[in-house]
C-alpha cells in the first residue's frame, strides 16, 4: 500500500521537501495514528585522501516502507498485513521544523493522548521560528 497525497499515490520522493506529516488509518479497528517521516537522511563518507573532514550526502530515507514509531501500531501491521492499512500524507514539508509545527498541530487538534481512537502514546515537540518564516 502506497502513500496517498491529495487522492493520488506518492511513490517518489519530491528533492524540494524535507519530509512529510502523515496519518495512517488501520481499516481493522478504525485506529488512527499521526507523525511525521523524512524524505532524505544525511549519510556520513569518510573524508577524501589527505583532507579531515568528513564528506556528507544527502540519501533517500526508508520512507515508502515506513508505518511510524508506534511498537502497537507495528505489532498490527505485523499481525493483520500492510493492506490492512492506509497511509495518507497531510502536509509536505520544506524542513524539519515545518514537520515538527504541523505533526505537534494535528496531535494537539485531534487529542491523541485522551482519545483511545490513536495509537499516539506521547507527542514532543521543541520548535523555533525561524524555521517557519519564508
Known amino acids: 500500500m502506497s502513500w496517498q497525497y491529495q ?12 519530509g512529510f506529516v502523515y496519518i495512517i488509518h488501520d481499516l481493522n479497528n478504525n485506529m488512527f495514528y499521526i507523525g511525521k517521516k ?10 577524501l585522501k589527505g583532507k579531515k573532514n568528513k564528506r556528507h550526502s544527502r540519501v533517500e530515507s526508508d520512507w515508502q516502507d515506513y508505518y511510524g514509531s508506534s511498537e502497537r501500531m507495528n505489532l498490527m501491521v505485523n499481525a493483520f498485513g500492510k493492506d ?12 524539519k521544523t515545518m514537520m515538527s509545527y504541523w505533526e505537534c498541530k494535528l496531535q494537539f487538534q485531534h487529542d491523541v493522548l485522551f482519545n483511545d481512537e490513536y495509537y499516539n502514546e506521547y507527542i514532543g515537540c521543541r520548535i523555533n521560528s525561524n524555521g517557519l518564516k519564508g
Do not use: V, Y
Open 7 to 18: 487522492g493520488a499515490p506518492l511513490t517518489s520522493a519530491p528533492t524540494d521537501c524535507q
Open 38 to 47: 523524512n524524505f532524505w537522511r544525511t549519510k556520513k563518507l569518510p573524508p
Open 84 to 95: 490492512s492499512f492506509s497511509r495518507t500524507i497531510l502536509h509536505l514539508c520544506a524542513n
